[in-house]
């Protein structure tokens, strides 16, 4: 029978129909879940064929894995053998050939194509007897492939199906790679969220300012580089009235730091109650740190035992910069005795020194990301710097006109490394 041209129009007016419905739905689609089903009873729709499948790529083994099959003709039992999971390299079987090449294939006579794998016939019942396969590409990025089995009209596929099914595979690809970015916003949203936890958690750690007597203050601040850092300082009552006041920098960044960060801030806590000498409490607290950080990790460290009523500071250093004593007008860097980074081996000595605070003398240690903070020509705030912060400072505690200071040199640069100053001083 002859078919009109009218006929003709109206079908191909239909298809194309049903291939702009198929752009609206796959562009409100955002689970993966959701859309795969969607995918194939769209390519069904727009080719009128009994079954489809569709295989996505995996990059990182370079194979297609099995994602999806639908039959209109099959029942869901037989349906059921094809949800076992299929590997297949690329160059093998009908969409392997479509997947290496990126290029699309109608075969007209499947049984009497070399390239045709029989297995899921064989166990399913269903007899192919044409397929037309195309890849599923993203940007010349292979995604994966689509294939439409059985046109329910004719004997086989035709040019036109093809056009049609090749138009689908390029709207595929898009729904696919907005899905994919979809997730990773829901994974990057979820992390942040856990991060926001983790910063609220750790902002727990850092110490309320104690109010003293006699003129006598200590304080301290610290800004994480990220959501969590690995800058720790505290303040620790002592029964003769003393205070133990530390800062504490921890190896790297981000979260690995923030977590061997509360970890010493534990051991630290614990050494603390024995009331020891600075050296001896550093000791104990290396030793301690080097069960779980065995050298893999450190943390440089400044240790002071802070004497209110005499002003004495007694410290001892581990591998961090050295104090400074700061009287107005002058910076001076104090002595550094010696002392390993706790964390690296499990015995180590540590030197001690002392000097007693007059009024308007200031005690302050900071970590590396003050001097080390850079701007946007890459350029470090330094050593000069900082003492000019501390020299002109209006107001005790200096160390907040420092802080200022570094947030106005690094400007929209976000900082490469936490931030943190503490200070005891006399007023």
């Given amino acids: 029978m002859e078919i009109s041209g009218e006929s003709v129009l109206t079908n191909q007016a239909g298809r194309l129909k049903k291939l702009i419905q198929a752009?609206?739905?796959?562009?409100?689609?955002?689970?993966?879940?959701?859309?795969?089903?969607?995918?194939?009873?769209?390519?069904?729709?727009?080719?009128?064929?009994?079954?489809?499948?569709?295989?996505?790529?995996?990059?990182?083994?370079?194979?297609?894995?099995?994602?999806?099959?639908?039959?209109?003709?099959?029942?869901?039992?037989?349906?059921?053998?094809?949800?076992?999971?299929i590997e297949l390299p690329l160059g093998k079987g009908i969409a392997g050939w479509v997947a290496l090449r990126k290029e699309s294939l109608n075969v007209v006579d499947a049984q009497n194509d070399i390239r045709f794998s029989r297995e899921a016939d064989k166990k399913t019942g269903f007899e192919t007897r044409c397929i037309l396969c195309v890849p599923i590409i993203h940007k010349n990025e292979l995604l994966g492939v689509v294939q439409v089995l059985n046109s329910s009209a004719k004997d086989c596929f035709d040019d036109e199906d093809q056009e049609l099914l090749e138009s689908f595979g390029h709207l595929a690809g898009v729904a696919l790679v907005r899905s994919e970015l979809m997730i990773q916003r829901l994974h990057q949203q979820r992390f942040e969220t856990q991060l926001e936890a983790a910063s609220r958690i750790q902002k727990q750690f850092n110490p309320k300012n104690p109010k003293l007597s006699g003129g006598n203050h200590i304080w301290g601040n610290s800004v994480p580089a990220h959501f969590v850092g690995g800058d720790l300082y505290d303040f620790i009552p002592n029964s003769d009235g003393s205070w133990y006041v530390y800062v504490a920098d921890v190896s790297g960044k981000g979260l690995p730091a923030a977590l061997i960060m509360s970890a010493l801030w534990t051991r630290i806590r614990a050494a603390a109650a024995k009331e020891l000498l600075p050296d001896d409490m550093m000791a104990e607290v290396n030793k301690a740190a080097f069960e779980f950080m065995s050298g893999e990790m450190f943390a440089t460290m400044v240790l002071v035992r802070f004497y209110?009523?005499?002003?004495?500071?007694?410290?001892?250093?581990?591998?961090?910069?050295?104090?400074?004593?700061?009287?107005?007008?002058?910076?001076?860097?104090?002595?550094?005795?010696?002392?390993?980074?706790?964390?690296?081996?499990?015995?180590?000595?540590?030197?001690?020194?002392?000097?007693?605070?007059?009024?308007?003398?200031?005690?302050?240690?900071?970590?590396?990301?003050?001097?080390e903070a850079r701007n946007n020509d890459k350029e470090f705030f330094g050593t000069d710097r900082l003492a000019e912060n501390l020299k002109n400072a209006e107001v005790l505690p200096r160390g907040k006109a420092l802080i200022k200071g570094v947030s106005k040199w690094r400007g929209r640069t976000p900082p490469n490394d936490d931030t943190t100053v503490i200070e005891i001083y006399k007023s």
């Fill in 23 to 85: 752009n609206e739905v796959l562009a409100s689609i955002e689970s993966l879940v959701d859309l795969l089903p969607q995918l194939l009873r769209l390519a069904q729709d727009v080719t009128g064929a009994e079954a489809s499948s569709i295989m996505l790529y995996n990059k990182d083994k370079n194979i297609l894995e099995f994602a999806l099959a639908m039959n209109d003709v099959l029942s869901e039992t037989r349906m059921d053998i094809l949800k076992e999971r």
């Fill in 308 to 371: 209110p009523e005499s002003g004495k500071c007694s410290y001892c250093v581990a591998g961090h910069p050295a104090p400074l004593l700061v009287t107005d007008g002058e910076v001076q860097e104090l002595e550094r005795p010696l002392g390993l980074p706790v964390g690296i081996v499990g015995k180590e000595k540590y030197g001690i020194a002392d000097i007693y605070l007059k009024e308007g003398q200031s005690f302050v240690v900071v970590t590396d990301g003050v001097d």
